[in-house]
């Protein structure tokens, strides 16, 4: 069956140390984007990407870096710069480049807690 | 930069009881979209509304925007357990990014 694909679930990692979160998605959807979920401020973007090899900064896009070296992949680091790393992170796609139409597919998410 | 506000941000409600959640904002929208979210997973996506005055249905679940294409509601007929859930609200300034309001918890009790 088609869909995003996001790993690891859960992660747990201590303060300092660079992690990355796996997205992949098997649906031919040219455009791809993380979200970031915190309790009460809904999702708020930090990277997109419109096509392979090209990605533009979210609304908080500060100490996180992506790459998109294949349509069905686009990963994303979480740095020792980022200041409140945990969070709830969601990978999305859509059919066309531009997201006019609004309909994102999601990943299951994934949870990232910084001890 | 653009917000969107959802109310109530909890509700709870008895089976087979009609509610609505709202979503508004300050600013035109080209257009809103509802997702549902099930605790620590994804969102799926429900409904989109472009024109103002639009009304959508699925199912016990219809979606309106208003003429000014500000505000949003989002009703239930008859609620049931499987209506639980986080509905966000979304819209996009025609740029290439869809922000969402803070969600409107629902909780329905057999």
């Known amino acids: 069956d088609g869909g995003i694909t996001q790993s690891p679930k859960y992660l747990f990692r201590k303060e300092g140390q660079n992690v990355t979160l796996s997205c992949e998605q098997n649906l031919n959807h040219d455009a791809m984007y993380w979200y970031r979920q915190d309790p009460g401020q809904g999702l708020r973007l930090i990277y997109y990407s419109q096509i392979v090899n090209d990605f533009q900064k979210g609304d908080i896009a500060e100490g996180y870096s992506v790459s998109r070296e294949k349509k069905e992949s686009f990963p994303l680091t979480v740095t020792s710069a980022q200041k409140n790393p945990t969070a709830f992170y969601l990978c999305a796609s859509s059919i066309r480049q531009t997201i006019a139409t609004g309909e994102l597919f999601f990943g299951e998410g994934s949870r990232l807690t910084v001890l | 930069s653009q917000e969107l506000e959802q109310s109530p941000q909890s509700l709870i409600v008895q089976e087979g009881k009609n509610l609505t959640i709202n979503c508004t904002s300050s600013?035109?929208?080209?257009?809103l979209y509802w997702y549902k979210q099930k605790y620590g997973e994804g969102l799926i996506f429900l409904m989109m509304l472009q024109k103002g005055g639009e009304e959508k249905s699925h199912e016990k679940i219809t979606a309106k925007l208003d003429e000014k294409k500000q505000q949003s509601s989002l009703h239930i007929t008859a609620s049931q357990p499987s209506h639980a859930g986080i509905y966000l609200c979304?819209?996009?300034?025609?740029?290439?990014?869809?922000?969402f309001g803070t969600g409107t918890r629902l909780t329905v009790i057999p």
């Open positions: 600013k035109t929208l080209y257009g």
């Open positions: 979304g819209s996009s300034t025609g740029a290439n990014n869809l922000f």
